[in-house]
Nanobody, 125 residues
Framework: QTYLMESGGGLVESGGSLRLSCTMRGLTFDAWRISWFRQAPGKEREAVSFVTNVDHSTSYADSVKGRFTAFRDSARNTVFLEMKDLKPEDTAVYYC??????????????????WGPGTQVTVSA
C-alpha cells in the first residue's frame, strides 16, 4: 500500500516555480512530521525541508533557503513544497517521507518510516 504520494513535478525553465504536493492516505496525518528529500543522478540523497506536525515549524537546507517554502494542510492530508527561483541544480527526483527519529540534533527517517515513489523536477538552463 502506498501511504505517501507526490505530485506536481515537471519541466520548468530556470527562474521558474513549481509546487509539489505530498498526500498521505491510510495513516493519521497529524501524527507525522513530513520531510522532503531529493536525489539527482549520480548524487547522494539530500534533505531539503521538513514540517513538524505539532506547531508546523519548518527547516530548510541552506541550498534552498529563501526559495522553497514547506507547509501542510491537515484538511487535505497534504504537505506542499512551494519552489521559486528554480535553478538547474535543483533538478532531481523529489521524495516526501515521514520523519520519526531524532538524535538530539536533527530529525531523520528510520526503518519504519514511509516514503513516496518520488516526482521528477527538471529545471532547464
Amino acid at each position: 500500500q502506498t501511504y505517501l504520494m507526490e505530485s506536481g513535478g515537471g519541466l520548468v525553465e530556470s527562474g521558474g516555480s513549481l509546487r509539489l504536493s505530498c498526500t498521505m492516505r491510510g495513516l493519521t496525518f497529524d501524527a507525522w512530521r513530513i520531510s522532503w528529500f531529493r536525489q539527482a543522478p549520480g548524487k547522494e540523497r539530500e534533505a531539503v525541508s521538513f514540517v513538524t506536525n505539532v506547531d508546523h515549524s519548518t527547516s530548510y537546507a541552506d541550498s534552498v533557503k529563501g526559495r522553497f517554502t514547506a507547509f501542510r494542510d491537515s484538511a487535505r492530508n497534504t504537505v506542499f513544497l512551494e519552489m521559486k527561483d528554480l535553478k538547474p541544480e535543483d533538478t532531481a527526483v523529489y521524495y516526501c517521507a515521514t520523519l520519526s527519529r531524532y538524535n538530539g540534533d536533527y530529525f531523520y527517517p528510520g526503518p519504519n518510516d514511509y516514503w513516496g515513489p518520488g516526482t521528477q523536477v527538471t529545471v532547464s538552463a
